[in-house]
């Protein structure tokens, strides 16, 4: 293995002009204060990095070697119109200034290149060892499993593994779980909701010895199973459906990845195939047009991620957006942390830097087509790029030839027009609006711009896909020196990493990106890591914690596993099922150790108080979306049917303030939505209110395991929340609608909201609690309407004041009163919301 010193020499230049003498003073002279890293570079154009140079600005590569009259610099130079002459707000360039660059890039534009002496590591050997002994590096290995004393215990394989473990410290599992909590476990461990009185029932009544599995059968080929499983996908995905950072762009077709993972999860699409879909899907061959949609949708795994659009430079913006990818990809898939490896070799895991810029080229040669791009202090359309959209099969251009003719015309005129006054003295003067006079120029032009858009755009209309597709410039790329986009080392050839050996592993097609063969890669039988991970995914959903705790993380500063041999006993059986999650999913939870109470036992405490050895079932608290949903179901409003789509389809691709009014009415969709959670829209930053208070998942990065705190707010809010009183007011409503004695509406409740029923003490205190809340209720007087809620406005001292003045004024949605109709209303729905206060409904035994 090779690593980079930061020792710098130049190449040697041609004879001519010299560069550094007759060339960089000019450019210092007349270009930098519109062009360099200080300022924001005007049209995009970078004349201060070599990078920056030759590729160019909006208008394209500001040189053509070689050709002084094909060169855009010489172009503006020299234009004689003096609105478009370069320098704008400084003299012209004399005739020998002019004359030196013609020469310079006749003679080839000859710019020192800075290169980096490639010396051998010094921690090659530590490297070395690493690789050879780290335990998530070695082949994956097929165990038999260990024989136990306690022949009559293990139901399954799995079972053998953990009691092994257990009697090598004198330990014993507790007992099983009674039915009716094995039942309500399951069911929320499979499809994130309660079972219903019926599913308890049936269950119940059903002796035979395959009860079980028949109950686990059905959970699986349920819909549902999809749409718990493949939220915990999104998780990882870091999928949301906005750009996220300092310009939140709106990702209005996101919805279609999102229905794409549930869909792929319901049908236990193979997950290599999963993954190979998701990472190079557009250079799968397609049997038919929907197939090839399915395809392209599926690559949004990489296009759906945080962008920075308010990045003043190109490099940089493409080379973070670079590195979110490998992040995401990496940590998903084989749970290593190679970003670490972006401007160093890895403190840690054997991943130098050149091998970090070898999976980088790949995505170098990937057009992130999410339909986005960077301007530093943008507004409107600025950061929408509809080329960088994928096409939907469906799109068929509709508008009239006629009406486009008149509207380009006038979009030209309007486009002109706002240019030439943009940023003028002319244009800044305050006109007696008390608006730049510039103002009614910009709101013509955007006013076109949308209106061109909504008859022409695939985007605007509806018919686009966040996806990726290979680039036109297909290449090897720089390592660059300390992660600096713009300080180029050697070339680094596409590749893989070297930490582990996958001996299959195919030659790279040097025409294509490589994603293909990195998929391939990747999904390999012989890869050791991607079936180690994804069974400990699965294994950390079902009991709590992984075998592995570190789910993200499979290198040296991540844990090591509790049970290596059942680790690989069950990535080898996953292998061998041809990479089923269902079969996975199947296995575990017919295992005895999943159907163990939750006990505790003193003397197991004592010597494993963290339950690693798995001598019980761990009690989890419900995640954000279980809760919404089961309040949802419990009440019985909840919507199994999901949405054709999500509310952040009608957004456009502009800057969308977190408070402002597209942020309100997505907030209140949301509140008002009554689909399961995974269907509400999820944009960076506008989280659902229903769902704030049980730590959501962040969408920022790979979340394999999200935070479960208890904290004061989550109390607060099952007991003030618009959204709890609302659902606990439906429960009482049908409750009290319901034939029967109110000892029969405290055991429907009972059962509906903890899924058992009441004890007889239980049953007593509710009966008193309704009778006695009935009696001392007074209707509280009616309240007048509330005027709009607005904030004063925010200013982001990041951002620059906007020019125009445009009055940006937050607005924050007001919550809905909600009032019982009677005493009796405001009885059952106190009570009601009391259930859902309490621990037993928040926690899964």
Known sequence: MRTLVLAFTALPLLAGVDFESKVRPILVGRCYACHSAATKPAGFLRVDDRTGFFRGGDSGPAVVPGKPEASLLLQRIEHADPRRRMPRESPALNAEEIATLKTWIAEGAVWPVETLTVTPAKNTAGYLQLRAKHWAFQPLRNPVPPPVANRAWPATAVDQFLLAQLEQKQLKPVGDADRLTLVRR????????????????????????????????????????????????????????????????????????????????????????????????????????????????????????????????????????????????????????????????????????????????????????????????????????????LRHSAYQPKADPATLSRLEADLATAKAEWEAIRGTPEGLKIAANGRPTQQPFRLKYEKLQKEWLSLTDHGTLGYAIHGVRDAKQIADTNIRVRGEAELLGPVAPRGFLTAFAVPDAPPLNRAQSGRMELAQWLTSDQNPLTPRVVVNRIWQHLYGEGLVKTVDNFGLTGDRPSHPELLDYLAAQFVADGWSVKKTVRRVVLSRSYRLASTKVPANVEVDPANRLVWRHAPRRLDAEEVRDSILLSSGRLQLNPPPASAAQALSMIEMRDNGPESRAIIEQADGSLARSVYLPLLRGVTPRALEAFDPVTQTLVTGQRDATTVPTQALFLMNSTFVRQQSLALASDLLAQAGSEADRIRQAYRRILNRLPTAQELDRAASFVHEYAAAYRAPAPSLAAPPVTAKPVVNPATPADPDNIDRTEIRPAEPEIRPANAQAAAWMSFAQALYASAEFRFVL
């Not at 002796?207 to 499983?229: C, H, I, M, N, T």
């Not at 557009?282 to 308010?310: C, H, M, Q, W, Y």
């Open 186 to 389: 399951v069911t929320y461990d499979l499809t994130g909701l309660p079972p219903t009185p019926a599913e308890v029932d049936a269950f119940l009544a059903d002796k035979s010895p395959q009860a079980y599995a028949k109950l686990v059968d059905r959970l699986l080929a349920s819909p549902r199973f999809g749409e718990r499983w493949g939220r915990h996908w999104l998780d990882v995905a870091r999928y949301g459906e906005s750009s996220g950072p300092s310009r939140n762009i709106p990702y209005p077709h996101a919805w279609r990845y999102r229905a794409y993972v549930l869909d792929a999860v319901n049908r236990d699409v193979p997950y290599n195939q999963f993954l190979r879909e998701q990472i190079a899907g557009d250079l799968l061959p397609a049997a038919s047009p929907a197939e090839r949609d399915r395809l392209l949708i599926a690559t949004g795994f990489l296009a759906l991620g945080p962008k920075d659009v308010n990045q003043r430079f190109k490099e940089r913006f493409q080379m973070d957006n670079v590195a979110e990818q490998i992040d995401t990809v990496t940590r998903s898939t084989v749970a290593l942390t190679v970003s670490c490896a972006r401007c160093h070799d890895h403190k840690f895991d054997p991943i130098p830097t050149a091998d970090y810029y070898s999976l980088a080229g790949i995505f170098t040669s990937t057009d992130d087509a999410a339909g986005v791009r960077n301007k530093m202090g943008g507004a409107g359309l600025d950061y929408y790029d509809p080329s960088m959209l």
